[in-house]
């Protein structure tokens, strides 16, 4: 549980390092500071990442648990729909390229069938 905090929490930091890093890295010493804020973050003594989860992470998400799983629903039907979208229209580019594909050969088969004469395909000996 205490590295599942600690992942949430970094992946939280890492999302809003992005524009920080855009925003405030002219400012003196923000690197050494961010260092020093991750291994609070990881430290065993301080448990920066249990404490900064369970005072905001936490209460957030129960807060917003309805609108998340309603958003996970839509998300899984849309997924199913797109899935479905694109599993036809793979199908129907498949079965497209057979078609042409059987064409092309059939037109290369009857090619082949017509440069025998007459005189070569009765020298051919009967099957019965």
Do not use: C
């Not at 600690?6 to 999302?15: E, G």
């Not at 992005?18 to 500071?33: A, H, K, M, R």
């Not at 920066?48 to 209460?59: I, N």
């Not at 648990?65 to 629903?73: C, G, H, M, R």
């Amino acid at each position: 549980v205490r590295w599942m905090m600690y992942w949430i929490v970094f992946a939280l930091f890492m999302a809003t390092e992005t524009f920080t890093d855009l925003l405030i890295s002219w400012f003196p010493f923000y690197y050494e500071v961010k260092m020093a804020f991750v291994i609070w973050l990881l430290s065993p003594y301080t448990r920066g990442a249990s404490l900064l989860y369970r005072r905001f992470v936490h209460p957030t998400l129960a807060r917003r648990e309805k609108d998340i799983d309603a958003f996970l629903v839509r998300a899984r039907e849309r997924g199913y729909e797109t899935l479905l979208r694109f599993g036809k229209r793979g199908l129907n580019l498949a079965a497209t390229a057979a078609v042409q594909a059987a064409t092309k050969s059939q037109g290369a088969l009857a090619g082949r069938l017509r440069s025998f004469s007459m005189q070569d395909l009765r020298s051919l000996p009967e099957q019965d």
